[in-house]
């Protein structure tokens, strides 16, 4: 079964701080993973996408990593602000399907 | 420049009155795809559409219907919207080299 994990659930930072959400996934055969941003209320926005080969993709100050071998990505935020409390999803795509695997989300809040 | 369009953001309708719910896109994407989203949970597939294609989700309750009568339009029917139906429900399509987009999303409450 295809499944996406994602960590922490849920974190708090303080606004110019860094963090690091984990994905995990057991989706195969592998076709590309993005990393969504969706506020509250609102549909998930786009920040990253990459395929098996690619291990860094940067939008801004955000960085995703991706290791195909151990199936783990990373989303970093650097110089955290306060429009970046949101919840951070992880969507997994398999190649030859139309169907997409989506993590639970890490909400990140952000203070001043 | 808005591309993939849901009407209406937000939808309030009475317990059993039918309610439909639309999504148009200016991608000319072949795959659509509807998506139920319940506060702080991942997005549930409903149905997925490849072009005229329709794919069913086996756990997708028979109260909800879906037409997509062209490649921009797609609608979501709701015969008998219950309290339990009250969530967001997104619309997204994916083109062909995997360009994926979602819609603002409608949210729906049932009285």
């Known amino acids: 079964k295809n499944q996406v994990e994602q960590s922490p659930q849920s974190l708090i930072i303080l606004e110019g701080k860094n963090c690091t959400l984990q994905?995990?996934?057991?989706?195969?055969?592998?076709?590309?993973l993005r990393w969504y941003k969706q506020d509250t209320g609102r549909g998930p926005v786009s920040l990253t996408i990459m395929t098996f080969s690619e291990n860094t993709k940067s939008n801004g100050r955000y960085t995703a990593t991706l290791d195909a071998d151990t199936k783990q990505s990373s989303l970093h935020i650097t110089a955290s602000q306060l429009s970046d409390s949101a919840s951070y999803i992880c969507?997994?795509?398999?190649?030859?399907?139309?169907?997409?695997?989506f993590g639970a989300g890490t909400t990140v809040t952000v203070r001043a | 420049d808005a591309m993939v369009i849901q009407n209406p953001r937000y939808q309030v309708t009475q317990f059993g009155k039918p309610v439909t719910l639309s999504c148009s896109q200016t991608?000319?994407?072949?795959?659509m795809y509807w998506y139920q989203q319940k506060s702080s949970q991942a997005p549930k597939l409903l149905f997925h559409y490849y072009d005229k294609d329709f794919n069913n989700e086996a756990d997708t309750p028979d109260n909800f219907q879906s037409r997509r009568p062209n490649t921009s339009f797609c609608f979501l029917d709701i015969r008998s919207p219950g309290l339990g139906d009250a969530a967001m429900y997104l619309c997204a399509t994916q083109g062909a080299y995997n360009e994926q987009f979602f819609g603002p999303g409608t949210r729906l409450t049932v009285l």
């Open positions: 994905c995990n996934y057991t989706v195969s055969p592998f076709s590309n």
């Open positions: 969507v997994v795509s398999p190649w030859g399907d139309y169907k997409l695997s």
């Open positions: 991608l000319n994407h072949n795959v």
